[in-house]
Nanobody, 123 residues
């Protein structure tokens, strides 16, 4: 069992930056791939970024590639999402998730989810 708590969301303007944090507790953190997803009103939850459980390999959605960076600190059981050059279309609730797979990018591949943090980007 893994418990995830996101933080760091807020209201920003176009072009601003935010860093989301996700604190994990429970089962061995390093055994899970970690991911960030987002869900805008009226839309399905979509993949943003993932980082594998060891080694640091990452993968990103095309819409955020070059602007967002996912990282993890296994010593602190933390995962981060640095978001730069934010756009209004990045507005969504952002979720942290943990997967027992080596690396994962689909919603159904994730076993545990946080409660989400709201990110709003004004134009």
């Amino acid at each position: 069992q893994v418990h995830l708590v996101e933080s760091g969301g807020g209201l920003v303007q176009t072009g601003d930056s935010l860093r989301l944090s996700c604190a994990a507790s429970g089962d061995t953190f390093t055994s899970f791939a970690m991911g960030w997803f987002r869900q805008a009103p009226g839309k399905e939850r979509e993949f943003v970024a993932t980082i594998k459980w060891i080694g640091g390999d990452t993968s990103y959605a095309d819409s955020v590639k070059g602007r967002f960076t996912i990282s993890r600190d296994n010593a602190k059981d933390m995962v981060y999402l640095q978001m730069n050059s934010l756009k209004p279309e990045d507005t969504a609730v952002y979720y942290c998730a943990a997967s027992r797979m080596y690396i994962a990018s689909r919603v159904y591949e994730y076993d545990y989810w946080g409660q989400g943090t709201q990110v709003t980007v004004s134009s």
